[in-house]
């Protein structure tokens, strides 16, 4: 299974750095991609929706790149709290409305 | 209360038993998925269901068969468990928005089983 690919890190940073993890994706047809955060043995939770060119939400933003199919997520000022793995997902190519997840990116931020 | 809950949340059995794991949700959605988690492997989806007469194969079904008892409820069985079906169990949902667009999947928050 290629139709999304992250780098799966891990990416170490010191507090207060800025980090971006890039996505890559297949379904051309795509119309919504999301970014997910999963904490350690915990279920994935919503960071955020993209629907249009790009996202921010306070130290976070997400850009899309339709025309060489990419996605990314800047994370700005980077907490010991963003610590986790971050997970693109795009719609599958042959099934609806069923959503996709990348195998994730891990962020380790440190004192 | 959890929107979507998901029992056990901890099962260990044996090889060749049938297991059960059940979801339900009380966010009146229409869609729900079934997706295993394995370490390095990321999410794979199992099954999903579109409404309560709606049912299809996603990546990795073999060895699983769901049933959707009403709007609120998924379940998926393991008829004869094996070894590699050790994982960690997601259950999720989504609302129906609009035509031809990927909604938000809200996750249970899982059920690790272990089949020795």
């Known amino acids: 299974r290629k139709e999304v690919e992250q780098d799966p890190g891990p990416f170490n940073v010191p507090e207060g750095a800025t980090v971006a993890f890039n996505c890559t994706y297949s379904?051309?047809?795509?119309?919504?991609f999301f970014w997910y955060r999963q904490d350690c043995r915990k279920e994935p939770k919503l960071l955020m929706s993209?629907?249009?060119s790009g996202n921010e939400d306070g130290r976070f933003t997400a850009q899309l790149n339709r025309a060489s199919q990419y996605i990314s997520l800047l994370i700005r000022d980077s907490k010991l709290s963003d610590s986790a793995t971050y997970l693109c997902v795009v719609p599958y190519s042959n099934s609806g409305y069923a959503l996709n997840f990348g195998k994730g990116t891990s962020l380790l931020v440190t004192p | 209360d959890a929107d979507v809950t998901q029992t056990p949340r901890n099962r260990i059995t044996k090889t060749g038993k049938r297991i059960m794991l059940e979801c339900s949700q009380t966010?009146?959605?229409?869609?729900m998925y079934w997706y295993r988690q394995d370490p390095g492997l990321g999410l794979r989806l199992i099954y999903y269901s579109f409404d309560v007469k709606d049912i299809n194969k996603g990546e990795i079904s073999d060895g699983y068969s769901v049933s959707r008892q009403a709007q609120a409820k998924f379940s998926l069985s393991l008829e004869s468990a094996i070894p590699n079906q050790t994982a960690l169990y997601f259950c999720a949902t989504s609302d129906s928005g609009l035509a031809g667009v990927s909604d938000t999947q809200y996750f249970g928050p899982g059920t690790r089983l272990t089949v020795l």
């Open positions: 379904n051309s047809a795509s119309q919504s």
């Open positions: 966010k009146g959605h229409d869609r």
């Open positions: 993209v629907y249009s």
